[in-house]
Nanobody, 120 residues
Framework: QGQLVESGGGSVQAGGSLRLSCAASGYTFSSYCMSWFRQAPGKEREGVAAIDSDGSASYADSVKGRFTISQDNAKSTLDLQMNSLKPEDTAMYYC??????????????WGQGTQVTVSS
């Protein structure tokens, strides 16, 4: 079982930027689909962005054009650059790994999360 550790969360005003990072260990990073999810209080967890093992990226409509997902296979890290942040982006953000793909996975594991708070 691999391990994922998120960092980079914090508090920012609307319109600001944050960069989240996820450090992966204990598994073949490049073979997994890596993704970011978020969960706001009282709401269901939702997918934010994902990057599959073939390098293709996808985004939730709510973050398209504002967030960018990237990964460094040499360092086994996954990043999420978040620009033009809005109060509705406030949530706990989680890094997750899926094998063999995000769409059809056999097993998955998750990080503990990092809090993002955007004030108006």
């Amino acid at each position: 079982q691999g391990q994922l550790v998120e960092s980079g969360g914090g508090s920012v005003q609307a319109g600001g930027s944050l960069r989240l990072s996820c450090a992966a260990s204990g598994y073949t990073f490049s073979s997994y689909c890596m993704s970011w999810f978020r969960q706001a209080p009282g709401k269901e967890r939702e997918g934010v962005a994902a990057i599959d093992s073939d390098g293709s990226a996808s985004y939730a409509d709510s973050v398209k054009g504002r967030f960018t997902i990237s990964q460094d296979n040499a360092k086994s890290t996954l990043d999420l650059q978040m620009n033009s942040l809005k109060p509705e982006d406030t949530a706990m953000y989680y890094c997750a790994a899926f094998y063999p793909s995000c769409a059809a996975y056999e097993y998955d594991f998750w990080g503990q999360g990092t809090q993002v708070t955007v004030s108006s």
